[in-house]
């Protein structure tokens, strides 16, 4: 199904508002689930609208802001202290980047030379229908299965609990909404930009665990047990050629002397220190299995 299609009763309706929310505000929000707000800064949002979410710079690692998903209110309920219910709910599965928005022509509102001042402080912005689905045409994804959205919101919401096991059978089934989940949380924590270099295009970036899927059934979906890596790190990562320190500092096998060009392309591109992520620290145990348990250190 094409992506549109999962507003298109929506956009039919002459009385439906779009929205640009942006997620974090408020301890209560819930990516996909719910989102909170106050009646007096905003009481334009009713059920039936559509919105687009938008991860703030203030909370992106890569100095961008950036849209992360769609979704539709099927509630708005409270007096002054509103939660607004999410039904619809798609994640995208690339964002779309600031970098990306250059050229886009919005209707709503024009913006000058820079994206200062653009947004509203509180975090909430109408915007028009033509804004709305020309935002969708930029995604870089043709279709999406419903299915594997409700699966992928269903996991992530058990994130958000901080219930981060999940059993064999799921963990290693051929497909893995929880993975998809659990990898876009990651991602995002990191503001999509590698955690070891300075690669920030989203189509090469990764989830990559620290502790493997198959040696922790709790920590399968603990975004702690998660690093953003481009896809050379990911891989030397994962093979034991490079590996984090107590302190964050990432270090090299000894394998690397094995093969020279790999060995300079990862010491020319690497940082010296592993990149913060904004929420789920990693936790020191986890880097200390990746230590003994894969890096490659004779």
């Not at 094409?2 to 301890?27: H, L, V």
């Not at 409270?78 to 939660?83: K, L, M, R, S, Y």
């Not at 901080?162 to 497909?175: I, R, S, W």
């Not at 876009?184 to 970036?205: E, S």
Request: charge should be negative.
């Amino acid at each position: 199904m094409k992506i549109i299609e999962m507003f298109n009763e929506a956009i039919r309706d002459s009385k439906i508002a779009y929205f640009i929310i942006d997620s974090g505000n408020y301890e209560k929000d819930h990516d996909f689930v719910s989102y909170a707000w106050h009646r007096e800064r905003n009481n334009k949002i009713k059920a039936g609208d559509v919105f687009i979410y938008r991860k703030p710079q203030k909370l992106s690692n890569n100095g961008q802001f950036y849209f992360y998903g769609a979704g539709q209110f099927s509630s708005v309920e409270g007096e002054n202290a509103v939660t607004g219910r999410i039904i619809n709910a798609h994640p995208f599965k690339t964002p779309i980047m600031q970098a990306d928005l250059d050229d886009f022509s919005w209707q709503w509102k024009q913006r000058g030379a820079s994206w200062e001042h653009y947004w509203n402080q509180y975090g909430i912005n109408q915007i028009t229908k033509q804004d709305f689905t020309n935002l969708l045409a930029l995604l870089n994804e043709d279709t999406y299965e419903l299915e594997e959205d409700q699966e992928v919101v269903k996991y992530d919401a058990q994130i958000a609990e901080g219930n981060f096991f999940v059993e064999d059978e799921v963990a290693l089934a051929k497909t893995r909404p929880w993975q998809r989940a659990w990898s876009d949380r990651v991602k995002n924590n990191y503001g999509y930009v590698c955690a070891m270099c300075n690669v920030a295009t989203p189509d090469f970036l990764i989830g990559s665990h620290i502790v493997p899927v198959g040696k922790d059934k709790e920590n399968r979906m603990n975004p702690s047990n998660g690093l953003c890596l481009c896809v050379l790190h990911d891989r030397a990562f994962d093979k034991g050629y490079v590996t984090v320190s107590d302190d964050d500092l990432i270090a090299f096998s000894v394998r690397l002397n094995e093969d020279q060009t790999l060995k300079e392309q990862l010491r020319a591109s690497t940082r010296r220190e592993l990149r913060k992520p904004k929420f789920y620290i990693p936790e020191t145990a986890f880097f200390k299995f990746h230590r003994l348990s894969i890096f490659k250190s004779d």
